[in-house]
């Protein structure tokens, strides 16, 4: 089954305790990306990649790493995470086609991450 | 200002109404235009993708691009109770921006039977 998972589901944790979420996809797509969303604030895109190695900042990077080592695999990490990071987040991934195929994008179940 | 701008609602509605979500933005670049569905506590799934202005049409829904206008739509005919989640609309560039979308904040969508 073609699908983007995501470890853990949920996340409770203190401040300043590093923490790494993965997410992995089964559908050999290019580009994978990281979302965080609140309410009111919508779904906004803290890291996108698209490809191994190839990484660049969405809108929201302060506090998160992402890292793309190999092309299923798109880990994002919180070095010292604080409580403005408590969210919802979604991992996502979208094939490298011709035109709006590209903007097609696959979401993970998402992680409840909540950070005392 | 924020670059797509939509209506969080809630909206509820009757089954069997017509249902109209909105969103403008603020970027004249963007060039392809999307919807998701979130059904709670799930990730979104794309319902429908246009490029550029006009219409288009798949089964119930029909999203609509206004660019000179900058503003899309997204409109459901004969609403079902399961049509119930939370519409998301999405914009991207055109040039290489695959994978970076902008999200307006989602519209929260109750069909009562």
């Known amino acids: 089954e073609a699908q983007v998972t995501q470890n853990p589901r949920y996340l409770i944790t203190v401040t300043g305790k590093k923490l790494t979420v993965t997410c992995s996809q089964n559908m050999n797509h290019e580009y994978m990306s990281w979302y965080r969303q609140d309410p009111g604030l919508g779904l906004r895109q803290i890291y996108y990649s698209m490809n191994v190695e190839v990484t660049d900042k969405g809108d929201v990077p302060e506090g998160y790493k992402v890292s793309r080592k190999e092309k299923r695999n798109f880990p994002l990490i919180l070095e010292s995470p604080s409580p403005n990071q408590t969210s919802l987040y979604f991992c996502?991934?979208?094939?490298?086609?011709?035109?709006?195929?590209?903007?097609?994008?696959?979401f993970g179940p998402g992680t409840r991450l909540t950070v005392l | 200002q924020k670059e797509v701008e939509q209506d969080p609602g809630p909206l509820s509605v009757p089954e069997g109404a017509i249902v109209s979500l909105n969103c403008t933005y603020s970027n004249s670049a963007f060039q392809y235009f999307m919807w998701y569905r979130q059904y709670s506590r799930k990730g979104p799934e794309l319902l429908m993708y246009?490029?550029?202005?006009g219409n288009k049409e798949d089964g119930r829904f029909t999203a609509q691009v206004d660019k000179s206008s900058k503003y899309i739509s997204l409109f459901i005919r004969d609403s079902q109770p399961s049509d119930s989640a939370t519409y998301l609309c999405a914009m991207s560039l055109s040039y290489n921006q695959g994978g970076k979308l902008i999200f307006g904040q989602g519209t929260e969508l109750s069909v009562k039977p």
């Open positions: 246009t490029y550029s202005s």
């Open positions: 996502a991934s979208s094939f490298r086609g011709l035109g709006g195929t590209r903007y097609t994008q696959y």
